[in-house]
């Protein structure tokens, strides 16, 4: 995204851009002045001009335009910005930006502390369910089996 002033450089030269195309569509298409009568044949074997269609788009574009040049200006610091009034603006970004670390922060501290919770719970069902299993199986979770030793007979 650019700047400012890139933009409104950008819209500016849009607009130019703008008023030589309708210039040049106009002049293509509007009807030649009559000097004569000569001029009146001349122009009968020329089609229904399309003029006042693009009269309409290209007005309605550069007036479109012209607005969007008129919000960059505005949105454009003015002069009575000081240099005291932008350094107490960024003092007081500067303190927002220390809250929302701060914030930050403690919501990461709770979620590790929450992180860990789970862990420890995950850990529990975990072991229960390796001591469900091993019953199940005759086995115990030291290695060795259960009720069946080993031994035949």
């Known amino acids: 995204m650019a700047d400012r002033l890139t933009q409104l450089q950008d819209a500016v030269n849009s607009l130019a851009d703008q008023f030589c195309n309708a ?3 106009l002049q293509q298409f509007a009807p030649p002045a009559s000097f004569s009568n000569i001029q009146a044949a001349i122009n009968k074997d020329q089609p229904a001009n399309p003029t006042e269609e693009y009269a309409q788009l290209f007005a309605a574009l550069i007036a479109r335009t012209a607005k969007d040049v008129d919000v960059l200006i505005d949105s454009l610091p003015s002069e009575e910005s000081t240099a005291a009034l932008q350094a107490a603006s960024l003092r007081q970004l500067e303190e927002e930006n220390h809250e929302a670390a701060a914030r930050l922060e403690e919501v990461v501290f709770r979620g590790d502390m929450l992180l860990k919770r789970i862990q420890h719970a995950l ?4 072991q229960s369910q390796l001591r469900t299993r091993s019953g199940a199986n005759g086995f115990s979770l030291h ?3 259960g009720r069946n030793d080993g031994k035949h007979g």
């Open 23 to 25: 210039i040049g569509v």
């Open 123 to 126: 850990a529990d069902i975990a």
């Open 143 to 145: 290695g060795g089996l």
